[in-house]
């Protein structure tokens, strides 16, 4: 069972001094390992880490970290691109797709207007100037 000394949930690395290092290496490692936890070791009676013991997982070399940083800039590059030409596709087809409509829609007034022409219906007038007032904007 874990001493109460152990738990550290602040999301911050833990601290302790190089004295208790000496005397709780055993345990650190332990918490390390199970938990992920980083701990910065101080010289006693001075509060700037030193040193840290760092979980496998966390100790990667600057190597290894410029190469992930270099692949997931690739990465997101190529996500980037895709979605910009996948938004220009889209909006081209919007496009295409809003002429259809507007042409049938003028298509539908002009049959509207030759069987019902403007001024013999307020109803029918009514949406004509709705209409014209949605072309405008």
């Given at each position: 069972?874990?001493?109460?000394?152990?738990?550290?949930?602040?999301?911050?690395?833990?601290?302790?001094?190089?004295?208790?290092?000496?005397?709780?290496?055993?345990?650190?490692?332990?918490?390390?390992?199970?938990?992920?936890?980083?701990?910065?070791?101080?010289?006693?009676?001075?509060?700037?880490?030193?040193?840290?013991?760092?979980?496998?997982?966390?100790?990667?070399?600057?190597?290894?970290?410029?190469?992930?940083?270099?692949?997931?800039?690739?990465?997101?590059?190529?996500?980037?691109?895709?979605?910009?030409?996948?938004?220009?596709?889209?909006?081209?087809?919007?496009?295409?797709e809003l002429r259809v409509l507007t042409?049938?829609?003028?298509?539908?007034?002009?049959?509207?207007?030759?069987?019902?022409?403007?001024?013999?219906?307020?109803e029918l007038d009514r949406l004509r100037?709705?209409?014209?007032?949605l072309l405008r904007d």
């Amino acid at each position: 069972m874990a001493a109460p000394a152990l738990t550290h949930h602040s999301g911050q690395p833990r601290s302790v001094p190089l004295r208790e290092l000496r005397t709780r290496l055993t345990q650190l490692i332990a918490m390390a390992e199970l938990t992920d936890t980083v701990t910065l070791v101080t010289r006693d009676g001075d509060t700037r880490p030193v040193a840290a013991l760092v979980p496998v997982g966390g100790a990667r070399s600057a190597a290894q970290a410029r190469a992930d940083a270099d692949r997931l800039a690739a990465v997101t590059a190529g996500w980037a691109r895709r979605l910009e030409e996948s938004h220009r596709q889209g909006a081209r087809r919007h496009a295409a797709e809003l002429r259809v409509l507007t042409d049938a829609l003028a298509e539908a007034w002009a049959e509207l207007d030759r069987r019902v022409p403007p001024g013999t219906d307020r109803e029918l007038d009514r949406l004509r100037a709705a209409h014209t007032d949605l072309l405008r904007d």
